[in-house]
Nanobody
């Protein structure tokens, strides 16, 4: 079992930056790939970014909509995964969730919510124009 707690959300203006954190506890954090998803009102949950395991070179993947603006990283010593969000846009407004990737899932499936076993409660990010 893994418990995930997100933090760092807030209200910012377009062009600003935020860094989201996801603190993990429970089973060995370093054993899990991690991902970030977001869900805007009336929309389905969508993939934002994911990071694999250290033995696999901490491979990362990003949604096209955030590529070049967002960066996912992990600090295994702190059992924390981060999402650095730069050049924020109003369309980035959503509740952001971190999730622990199911073991053995190939990178092509990282974009699917069903590839993740554990989820945090979410943190709200609001970007005003």
């Amino acid at each position: 079992q893994v418990q995930l707690v997100e933090s760092g959300g807030g209200l910012v203006q377009a062009g600003d930056s935020l860094r989201l954190s996801c603190a993990a506890s429970g089973r060995t954090f370093s054993s899990y790939g991690m991902g970030w998803f977001r869900q805007a009102p009336g929309k389905e949950r969508e993939f934002v970014a994911a990071i694999g395991l250290r033995w696999n070179g901490d491979r990362t993947s990003y949604a096209d909509s955030v590529k070049g603006r967002f960066t996912i990283s992990r600090d295994s010593a702190k059992n924390t995964v981060y999402l650095q969000m730069n050049s924020l846009k109003p369309e980035d407004t959503a509740v952001y969730y971190c999730a622990a990737l199911r073991s053995g899932i190939g990178t092509s499936l990282w974009v699917l919510p069903e590839s993740y076993d554990y989820w945090g409660q979410g943190t709200q990010v609001t970007v005003s124009s």
